[in-house]
């Protein structure tokens, strides 16, 4: 996996809070589950696809499409810090992309558009995070 800028936890460290984490990562840090849409339930990635990385980002709130690409000053969202990191777009089974936003571009469902469930800064091409909040897993 990359390293990538602002990682602050490695896939080797415990998550300090006592979640369902430990039945998603697996003992290398990947992801044991699908990670699915939380509203059509696509799935985004399989099994063993992603390392879980804990960085502070902010995303919208949860919308469809045409509403992300607004840069009003207000915008409602949340700053999570669990994700799914992944190095390389063509690792995801089904996801798009915003307009930039930015040097941003969110992750949405390729399915449904409902999103932003992840984050991409055009800076850095090889990190692609999905937060674990906006997915189901299955």
Known sequence: MPKCSGLEM????????GSDRPELV?????NTKSVLCQRC???????????????ELFLPAMQKK???NSTE????????TSHWLV???????????TKDVGRIKYLICADCEIGP???????DKKCFYVAL???NHA
């Not at 490695?10 to 809070?17: A, I, M, P, V």
């Not at 697996?26 to 990947?30: A, H, L, P, R, T």
């Not at 339930?41 to 960085?55: D, N, R, T």
């Not at 190095?87 to 992309?97: I, K, L």
């Open 66 to 68: 045409r509403s992300l």
């Open 133 to 135: 909040e906006r997915v």
């Open 117 to 123: 469930i992840g984050w991409h800064c055009l800076d």
């Open 26 to 30: 697996s003992e290398d840090g990947k």
């Open 87 to 97: 190095d390389d777009m063509y690792t995801f089974e089904n996801v798009g992309f």
């Open 73 to 80: 000053d207000s915008v409602d969202g949340d700053t999570l």
């Open 10 to 17: 490695d896939s080797n460290q415990e998550s300090k809070d």
């Open 41 to 55: 339930g696509c799935k985004v990635l399989c099994p063993g696809m992603a390392v879980f990385a804990e960085k």
